[in-house]
């Protein structure tokens, strides 16, 4: 029976350069090949195979023979084994011809077929496997490219240096750390001191990490790796451009202007030091994204059947639901956007809705007038009511003038727009207006086509989007940062290339945030997104797994161009209006299902997507309302609730 | 050796609704969209130009105006080799605010030698009859500020946006051969070293 042997991580390009008095034959040789993080036997072994390899047991000659660390290859299956021999035939070329395209080594040159028999004989003698428990330190150097030194507990004699000429090193290390703490040596801060604590791996390393025994971690004020290699980042790039031979002049000021952006999102760096888990469980298996079906938009009788006789919303979350997966057709959109942002109770009568649109739209006349009877004397005097109505004028003739709404000269759209950004300056006069706030509200007077319906509706999205316009802004820097902690966790190698390009705070994601992919989708797809974002499913913070799955469809690109700073904001500003919302929104849905059947999903994790309030709620029995998964009124969708938030009258009138 | 491509970072600060996105765009694209959205956050293009025979690319950064929008403007301010100072003609608050722009600029962007930093002032909107802003008080301004060029540009008509670039560009260049200690001549020549170089020996 084949031992049970499974493959945790895997990347090649890894390459041995062995001096001739390692007993190389060539000192030119470069030993290329593919390390392994393996689980067998409920041990965990790091293991280094050269390409070229006659995938045979006993041609494996481990270093290190003498001692007990090193332990022996064991064979996969043979439908494995063939299958990575079609896989070495196919890179062991490519990846010699990378190499040297991209650091100018010498391509080793076979002069007979004899000699690369023996070479291939030569190659196997580099392989070695050894359980982590065995392992004293790894330390971690750089050369242009990281390499790392494996060092054995109970031998003086150390692994061959392993260089990570295509990468990697981070993701290897990342991946150990679920199995081993790695803490930087007091002595040396290039070296990692490796210690297994418990051999139940199937323990949960937050529990560990909350045990008293490894409260060093707790203390650990910087991720060693990346303090390693950040010092050696500037150096790196320098030596790519040049072998790049590039002419590019603006090395410098991008990573002084990332480096200053570092300072204004600040919290990215704390939330990486108090995230217990950052240090273990940055890399989680999440599987198969499953395929996901958008349904048909929610038709008008369909809306009209699921009221009762006396107006009410009979099964609001099955509604829900059905908006989620399919959205509104237009015509229902006046209507239940009215529910879905909390202006319309779900349970109200629409004899209570009469009354609440009365009462409402006193309201707003009483604000409306505040403003239009200020005397041009009393702005004078008012520079902040003057600012504010400046730039509202502006805004307004430059906001989705193509709409037939608001195009043309004289349109009654803009009047609206303009009064109702007036009115909300009143209705919040600290916040008053910001740029970003007509794009929230276009789409909300174009549907509700009336101005006291449209000004609540924009109320209670505003409610949601207000820390995005504060003065500290406060929303746009927790938004940045629970999205690089979601883009970390899903997609580790993107997130490294985009830290590597000093673009890890995720910049460029900055529009997206302000206006909810205002900019970025036709006016129809921004209606159908917002209607299923306001549906507060599948979790909190959806609209961060949306920046997932567009970041996630422009990777390749991004990654294969080598886009650097510049050109990453370049591209994905450039995005604006070329993207799907349909593939979208399913591609969302399928990371977030994803994430939902990942068992050991780090508590940032659960907490940005809201998994935890969700418990919660669930456990609870209250009678008075039907349960939901997320409660969006009482949970910002930008998963912070700001302090002070002025009261939502409308849910007042209900309750008094 | 062969000639070397340079760039050169220009950016465009002044108040929100001056038109910084449509000069940007009038000059890269010669095109003019009267409803142009207000720019969200930060964006640039770029523009290949051919300086006394070499290659010249421009990276011309537009940002919100909006004072709300400082702390995640600044950082694109450090690297730049001019900065177009912007105002609207028909605005007077955007002229006041001009200095507010020019120190908001020197203090983020780290200028070295604050005097000798190439800036260039542009009256846009000049396609408008009510003027606020007269070409007088404009050049008196730029006269006591530092003797910056002045244009009057519009970007809805095309006027003066190209002349106002390679006026930039020039002033970039020039200030450029003097920081690298080279005699100030009338032409302007190329030979920008490449920044990194410095930094990458050392």
Same mark, same amino acid.
């Given at each position: 029976?084949?031992?049970?042997?499974?493959?945790?991580?895997?990347?090649?390009?890894?390459?041995?350069?062995?001096?001739?008095?390692?007993?190389?034959?060539?000192?030119?040789?470069?030993?290329?090949?593919?390390?392994?993080?393996?689980?067998?036997?409920?041990?965990?072994?790091?293991?280094?195979?050269?390409?070229?390899?006659?995938?045979?047991?006993?041609?494996?000659?481990?270093?290190?023979?003498?001692?007990?660390?090193?332990?022996?290859?064991?064979?996969?299956?043979?439908?494995?084994?063939?299958?990575?021999?079609?896989?070495?035939?196919?890179?062991?070329?490519?990846?010699?011809?990378?190499?040297?395209?991209?650091?100018?080594?010498?391509?080793?040159?076979?002069?007979?077929?004899?000699?690369?028999?023996?070479?291939?004989?030569?190659?196997?003698?580099?392989?070695?496997?050894?359980?982590?428990?065995?392992?004293?330190?790894?330390?971690?150097?750089?050369?242009?490219?990281?390499?790392?030194?494996?060092?054995?507990?109970?031998?003086?004699?150390?692994?061959?240096?392993?260089?990570?000429?295509?990468?990697?090193?981070?993701?290897?290390?990342?991946?150990?750390?679920?199995?081993?703490?790695?803490?930087?040596?007091?002595?040396?801060?290039?070296?990692?001191?490796?210690?297994?604590?418990?051999?139940?791996?199937?323990?949960?390393?937050?529990?560990?990490?909350?045990?008293?025994?490894?409260?060093?971690?707790?203390?650990?004020?910087?991720?060693?790796?990346?303090?390693?290699?950040?010092?050696?980042?500037?150096?790196?790039?320098?030596?790519?451009?040049?072998?790049?031979?590039?002419?590019?002049?603006?090395?410098?000021?991008?990573?002084?202007?990332?480096?200053?952006?570092?300072?204004?999102?600040?919290?990215?760096?704390?939330?990486?030091?108090?995230?217990?888990?950052?240090?273990?469980?940055?890399?989680?298996?999440?599987?198969?994204?499953?395929?996901?079906?958008?349904?048909?938009?929610?038709?008008?009788?369909?809306?009209?059947?699921?009221?009762?006789?006396?107006?009410?919303?009979?099964?609001?979350?099955?509604?829900?639901?059905?908006?989620?997966?399919?959205?509104?057709?237009?015509?229902?959109?006046?209507?239940?956007?009215?529910?879905?942002?909390?202006?319309?109770?779900?349970?109200?009568?629409?004899?209570?809705?009469?009354?609440?649109?009365?009462?409402?739209?006193?309201?707003?006349?009483?604000?409306?007038?505040?403003?239009?009877?200020?005397?041009?004397?009393?702005?004078?005097?008012?520079?902040?009511?003057?600012?504010?109505?400046?730039?509202?004028?502006?805004?307004?003739?430059?906001?989705?003038?193509?709409?037939?709404?608001?195009?043309?000269?004289?349109?009654?759209?803009?009047?609206?727009?303009?009064?109702?950004?007036?009115?909300?300056?009143?209705?919040?006069?600290?916040?008053?207006?910001?740029?970003?706030?007509?794009?929230?509200?276009?789409?909300?007077?174009?549907?509700?086509?009336?101005?006291?319906?449209?000004?609540?509706?924009?109320?209670?999205?505003?409610?949601?989007?207000?820390?995005?316009?504060?003065?500290?802004?406060?929303?746009?820097?927790?938004?940045?940062?629970?999205?690089?902690?979601?883009?970390?966790?899903?997609?580790?190698?993107?997130?490294?290339?985009?830290?590597?390009?000093?673009?890890?705070?995720?910049?460029?994601?900055?529009?997206?945030?302000?206006?909810?992919?205002?900019?970025?989708?036709?006016?129809?797809?921004?209606?159908?997104?917002?209607?299923?974002?306001?549906?507060?499913?599948?979790?909190?913070?959806?609209?961060?797994?949306?920046?997932?799955?567009?970041?996630?469809?422009?990777?390749?690109?991004?990654?294969?161009?080598?886009?650097?700073?510049?050109?990453?904001?370049?591209?994905?500003?450039?995005?604006?209006?070329?993207?799907?919302?349909?593939?979208?929104?399913?591609?969302?849905?399928?990371?977030?299902?994803?994430?939902?059947?990942?068992?050991?999903?780090?508590?940032?994790?659960?907490?940005?997507?809201?998994?935890?309030?969700?418990?919660?709620?669930?456990?609870?029995?209250?009678?008075?309302?039907?349960?939901?998964?997320?409660?969006?009124?009482?949970?910002?969708?930008?998963?912070?609730?700001?302090?002070?938030?002025?009261?939502?009258?409308?849910?007042?009138?209900?309750?008094? | 050796?062969?000639?070397?491509?340079?760039?050169?970072?220009?950016?465009?600060?002044?108040?929100?609704?001056?038109?910084? /996105? /449509?000069?940007?765009?009038?000059?890269?694209?010669?095109?003019?969209?009267?409803?142009?959205?207000?720019?969200?956050?930060?964006?640039?293009?770029?523009?290949?130009?051919?300086?006394?025979?070499?290659?010249?690319?421009?990276?011309?950064?537009?940002?919100?105006?909006?004072?709300?929008?400082?702390?995640?403007?600044?950082?694109?301010?450090?690297?730049?080799?001019?900065?177009?100072?912007?105002?609207?003609?028909?605005?007077?608050?955007?002229?006041?605010?001009? /200095?507010?722009?020019?120190?908001?600029?020197?203090?983020?962007?780290?200028?070295?030698?604050?005097?000798?930093?190439?800036?260039?002032?542009?009256?846009?909107?000049?396609?408008?009859?009510?003027?606020?802003?007269?070409?007088?008080?404009?050049?008196?301004?730029?006269?006591?500020?530092?003797?910056?060029?002045?244009?009057?540009?519009?970007?809805?008509?095309?006027?003066?946006?190209?002349?106002?670039?390679?006026?930039?560009?020039?002033?970039?260049?020039?200030?450029?051969?003097?920081?690298?200690?080279?005699?100030?001549?009338?032409?302007?020549?190329?030979?920008?070293?490449?920044?990194?170089?410095?930094?990458?020996?050392?």
């Amino acid at each position: 029976m084949a031992e049970l042997l499974k493959v945790i991580f895997e990347h090649d390009g890894i390459f041995l350069h062995p001096s001739p008095d390692e007993g190389s034959l060539d000192e030119d040789l470069l030993v290329s090949g593919f390390i392994r993080i393996l689980e067998k036997d409920s041990e965990i072994l790091v293991e280094y195979r050269p390409l070229e390899d006659s995938v045979d047991p006993s041609n494996i000659l481990c270093a290190g023979q003498d001692s007990s660390s090193v332990v022996e290859w064991a064979q996969c299956p043979g439908e494995k084994s063939q299958s990575r021999q079609l896989l070495e035939t196919q890179q062991s070329y490519e990846t010699e011809w990378d190499m040297v395209n991209a650091v100018s080594f010498r391509k080793k040159n076979y002069t007979n077929g004899e000699g690369s028999l023996n070479h291939s004989h030569e190659r196997s003698r580099w392989a070695f496997s050894v359980n982590i428990s065995d392992l004293r330190s790894i330390t971690v150097k750089d050369e242009g490219w990281a390499f790392l030194i494996l060092q054995l507990k109970d031998s003086s004699s150390s692994l061959p240096a392993l260089h990570f000429h295509q990468g990697g090193s981070r993701e290897f290390l990342d991946s150990l750390r679920r199995f081993a703490l790695l803490t930087e040596c007091p002595e040396d801060e290039t070296c990692l001191l490796v210690s297994t604590p418990n051999k139940a791996l199937s323990q949960s390393f937050e529990n560990l990490l909350d045990d008293n025994s490894f409260g060093l971690v707790h203390k650990f004020k910087r991720d060693p790796y990346v303090t390693t290699l950040g010092s050696f980042s500037k150096v790196t790039n320098y030596i790519y451009d040049a072998l790049r031979g590039t002419e590019e002049q603006q090395q410098r000021p991008p990573e002084e202007v990332a480096d200053l952006l570092g300072e204004v999102i600040p919290g990215l760096e704390i939330n990486q030091q108090e995230e217990p888990g950052f240090e273990v469980i940055t890399r989680i298996d999440l599987g198969v994204r499953p395929p996901v079906r958008r349904a048909e938009p929610l038709y008008a009788d369909e809306w009209s059947k699921l009221q009762d006789p006396e107006g009410r919303i009979e099964d609001e979350v099955t509604l829900r639901q059905r908006i989620f997966k399919g959205g509104l057709c237009h015509a229902v959109r006046k209507e239940a956007w009215k529910f879905l942002l909390g202006y319309y109770p779900w349970t109200s009568t629409l004899e209570e809705r009469k009354s609440l649109q009365k009462a409402k739209t006193d309201e707003y006349f009483r604000m409306k007038l505040q403003w239009k009877s200020i005397s041009e004397e009393q702005e004078r005097r008012n520079s902040r009511l003057r600012d504010y109505r400046s730039l509202i004028e502006k805004d307004v003739n430059r906001t989705d003038r193509t709409n037939r709404f608001y195009e043309g000269l004289n349109n009654p759209g803009l009047t609206l727009l303009h009064d109702i950004l007036m009115t909300y300056c009143m209705y919040d006069f600290d916040l008053g207006y910001v740029q970003g706030m007509s794009d929230l509200l276009s789409p909300i007077l174009y549907v509700m086509e009336n101005e006291v319906d449209a000004f609540w509706c924009f109320v209670s999205f505003m409610d949601q989007m207000h820390q995005n316009f504060e003065e500290q802004m406060q929303g746009m820097k927790t938004q940045l940062i629970q999205l690089s902690t979601l883009l970390r966790l899903l997609d580790l190698a993107f997130w490294n290339y985009l830290e590597s390009q000093e673009s890890g705070y995720l910049y460029f994601c900055f529009r997206w945030l302000l206006i909810r992919f205002k900019r970025e989708l036709s006016f129809q797809d921004v209606l159908r997104l917002w209607e299923v974002m306001w549906t507060g499913l599948p979790c909190q913070n959806f609209h961060l797994l949306v920046c997932c799955a567009i970041l996630d469809s422009e990777k390749q690109k991004i990654m294969e161009e080598n886009y650097g700073f510049n050109e990453i904001l370049k591209h994905i500003n450039e995005l604006s209006m070329k993207l799907d919302i349909k593939e979208i929104l399913q591609k969302a849905e399928g990371i977030y299902l994803q994430i939902r059947s990942c068992k050991d999903l780090p508590h940032s994790i659960s907490t940005i997507l809201g998994f935890d309030t969700e418990r919660r709620v669930s456990n609870q029995t209250d009678p008075g309302s039907a349960p939901r998964p997320v409660p969006q009124q009482d949970v910002c969708s930008n998963g912070h609730c700001r302090e002070n938030r002025p009261q939502n009258s409308c849910r007042g009138v209900f309750t008094s | 050796m062969t000639a070397r491509k340079s760039l050169l970072k220009v950016i465009l600060l002044g108040d929100g609704g001056v038109g910084k /996105s /449509s000069i940007m765009n009038r000059y890269v694209t010669n095109k003019f969209d009267a409803h142009l959205f207000h720019t969200i956050g930060v964006e640039f293009l770029n523009k290949t130009l051919e300086v006394d025979g070499n290659q010249v690319t421009l990276q011309i950064w537009d940002t919100a105006g909006q004072e709300r929008f400082r702390s995640l403007r600044t950082p694109f301010y450090r690297g730049s080799d001019c900065c177009l100072l912007t105002f609207s003609v028909d605005d007077n608050q955007s002229f006041l605010n001009l /200095s507010n722009w020019k120190k908001e600029f020197i203090y983020y962007a780290d200028v070295k030698e604050p005097e000798n930093f190439p800036f260039v002032v542009l009256g846009n909107k000049v396609d408008v009859t009510e003027r606020q802003v007269s070409s007088e008080e404009a050049r008196l301004w730029c006269q006591e500020n530092g003797d910056y060029p002045y244009f009057e540009t519009s970007a809805k008509d095309a006027t003066n946006v190209a002349v106002a670039f390679e006026e930039a560009v020039h002033r970039a260049l020039a200030a450029d051969d003097k920081a690298d200690h080279l005699i100030p001549t009338d032409t302007v020549k190329l030979h920008r070293k490449p920044r990194s170089a410095t930094a990458c020996c050392s």
